[in-house]
């Protein structure tokens, strides 16, 4: 790394630099792109959204299941032929998959500037300063103006990943790169629970919190910036506070942020089996419209429901413990959301363990679920465990466990026909020609996490994005939901319906008319009128 640091180049030294960003990957990982974009715009530099010619591509990639690494690849392989063809200036690759397969990617694609891990982003504006400064040099060398000391060794070093214990949070300088009414926070990262088939705390170290005033902090400023619906995000959010405070504190944490009124919704994902209490339940519950809300919306990965597996995934709870919690959930918390992910095909799963898992599911009836194949993970244990379930075996058993969820998901999504529910607006649909739809909108109800859970097509005028809208359902096309504004001044009535809507009045008129006219014949004829 050269010893370039920020007191050797001036305040803007990325003015010139246009750039763009790509993140794959978990949410955590897109508050980590929002931090290194934001560094570097802090540095003078420039986000494109659609640019077709930028000086720096910047990806940032998931390294934890096969299939994110895959699509790492395709992304460095395309951006490297954008490069080739002088769409892209510089290469930047970050994020998980630098720690995961980093060297064999180095050595497979030599024309990236620069890889950077999770460990060394903090890092991402001296990096990006020495590669412009080196292409500075390397346009003077052309000019032949020899007299500006090249930073030799930052050219060498594009490899930056320098493990430690744990990640270092610090979030201070995010650009947003969701729809500006909505923001993560990731409260913690890394994790301590070394499931067998799980890499994480292999690549994002064990886990560490951000300190209570430090969340508070960001998360007022997300509040300043228009946020109104605030996602808190970790490997294990039930585990905050506890490498910080001697034991983990997710309840204070929330009844601060609850306390402090900043927002309409907070949803919390990411929470594991355990440290669950009623002091902790009784915060999940809707509040009155212009009081902070934790959202009824418990996000709680289960992976399994047999204990002998469970035992053999690592996972630190039994079948008991679940359904004790669940039930404690379903009690303690008025009409939870319970989301869940759940996994297939582990080694030595029989089928009598799936039919098992078959039974819970439909015992349970999670409104969310994700259903997910085993993938033999290199580096996790459970990868070279005895009794793999062949890949046949493991796809059958995802196709009928998630045409079963995807029944009770659809019949729960149904359940919503008819009633009034508060709608997070948070984008105008595009129709099929690209133009923007401004009457019908796409958002999402207390019951819907962004981007993996369905959404809901609000028909109105005059609707505002970034606002909890009341809305009556009105119908459920598989899973999605179809409403409008019970404000009957968002109504959108459209021409055919304002013209039957003109043609009933005028009948109706008419009609009034008509038998206001006989009322008037029926007196004048009782005063000695005729009868029609
Ligand atoms: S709790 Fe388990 S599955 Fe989740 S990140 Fe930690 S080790 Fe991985």
Sequence with gaps: ??????????????????????????????????????????????????????????????????????????????????????????????????????????????????????????????????????????????????????????????????????????????????????AYLKIADGCDRFCSYCTIPNIRGRFVSKPFETVLDEAARLADSGVRELVLIAQETTFWGSDLYGQPDLKRLLAALKEKNQFDWIRVLYSYPLFWDSELTALFKMEAPGQTSILPYVDLPLQHCNSDLLKKMNRKVDKAQIEDLIAQLRAEIPDLVLRTSLIVGFPGETDAMYQELADFVEKHRFERAGVFEFSPEP??????????????????????????????SRQYARGFIGKTVDVMLDTRAVSEGGAVMRNVCIGRTVADAPDVDPVVYVTGRDLDLGVPTPCEIVDAQGLDLIAVPVDPDKLFVSKEERRSAAMRAESEALGEQEVKRQKNGKNKGQKGGKNR
């Design 379 to 408: 580096g996790a244990p459970a990868a070279t465990m005895d009794d793999q379930v062949p890949d046949e075996i493991k796809r059958r058993r995802y196709d009928r466990l998630y045409a079963k969820q995807e029944r009770i």
């Design 1 to 182: 790394m050269s010893n370039l640091s920020s007191a050797s180049y001036g305040p803007a030294p990325l003015a010139d630099v246009l750039f763009s960003v790509a993140s794959l990957g978990c949410p955590k990982n897109l508050v980590d792109s929002e931090t290194l974009v934001g560094r570097l715009v802090a540095l003078g530099a420039e986000l494109a959204t659609d640019a077709a010619e930028v000086d720096l591509f910047l990806l940032n990639t998931c390294g934890f299941l096969r299939s994110a690494r895959a699509e790492a690849e395709e992304y460095v392989a395309q951006a490297l032929e954008q490069k080739a063809a002088g769409m892209i200036g510089r290469l930047i690759v970050a994020g998980c998959a630098v720690v995961s397969d980093g060297k064999e990617l180095a050595e497979k694609y030599p024309g990236v500037d620069a890889w950077i891990s999770p460990y060394d982003e903090p890092k991402i504006g001296e990096i990006v300063v020495a590669l412009f400064q080196e292409d500075d040099y390397k346009m003077e060398e052309t000019d032949d103006a020899l007299d500006v000391p090249c930073p030799a060794e930052a050219a060498a070093a594009t490899f930056y990943h320098t493990p430690a214990h744990s990640l270092t949070l610090d979030d201070s300088q995010r650009l947003l790169l969701t729809e500006p009414h909505v």
